[in-house]
């Protein structure tokens, strides 16, 4: 049974960079989609972007523009979140999920990680 | 993006109550819906798959239906831990889009 474990608590300066961690346990990440979810406080779900390993596709929205990376370390099953230029509004808890699919191109998110907290301040 | 709304934002129901509620697609998006139960201060956890399909280890008072535009998760009898958020996302196309959430509160 996969579980996701993510890096700890971040704390950054604005215009700064942060990278988040997502690493499998239990289970490889192979022939899998790792899908990135972010939540602003009291706020609901963002999806961020996704990236598959194996084939080293990464998918992300437009508004993130060149901030935004998905990189993924096969050989120690670890998917990483890197933001740069960070104002306040990056705040947020990052989610990492895996994505499972059946016949279509893009599915469901089970299970997640814990979250990290990323808190961009002066 | 496709857009996602949720109705109510917000409710209150008694343990044993039947409760639904509702989510819609601003366009067809057949049955590439999920949805998902968010405690306070935990993660997201994926409740039904493809509008219907119960995740392992739901109970069963859980339901989805729907397709197209209009879905529907339903709790056939409302537990004390079911208070939590609970979210619809589309997977028709990228990016998948969440709905804004419904908070069920249990008296």
């Known amino acids: 049974q996969v579980q996701l474990v993510q890096s700890g608590a971040e704390v950054k300066k604005p215009g700064s960079s942060v990278r988040v961690s997502c690493k499998a346990s239990?289970?490889?990440?192979?022939?899998?989609?790792i899908t990135w979810v972010r939540q602003a406080p009291g706020q609901g779900l963002e999806w961020v972007g996704r990236i598959t390993p194996r084939l080293g596709i990464e998918n992300h929205a437009l508004k993130w523009k060149d901030r935004l990376k998905l990189r993924a370390d096969k050989s120690t099953r670890t998917v990483y979140l890197d933001l740069s230029s960070l104002t306040s509004d990056d705040s947020a808890v990052y989610y990492c999920?895996?994505?499972?699919?059946?016949?279509?191109?893009?599915?469901?998110?089970?299970?997640w990680g814990q979250g990290t907290q990323v808190t961009v301040s002066s | 993006d496709i857009q996602m709304t949720q109705s109510p934002s917000s409710l209150s129901a008694s343990v044993g109550d039947r409760v639904t509620i509702t989510c819609q697609a601003s366009q067809d998006i057949s049955s590439h819906l999920n949805w998902y139960q968010q405690r306070p201060g935990k993660a997201p956890n994926l409740l039904i798959y493809t509008a219907s399909n119960m995740n392992a280890g739901v109970p069963s008072t859980f339901s989805g239906s729907g397709s197209g535009t209009k879905f529907t998760l339903t709790i056939s009898s409302l537990q004390a831990e079911d208070a939590a958020t609970y979210y619809c996302q589309q997977f028709h196309e990228l990016p998948p889009t969440f709905g804004p959430g419904t908070k069920l509160e249990v008296k």
């Open positions: 239990g289970g490889s990440l192979r022939d899998y989609t």
């Open positions: 999920a895996r994505e499972n699919r059946e016949t279509y191109h893009i599915g469901w998110l089970d299970p």
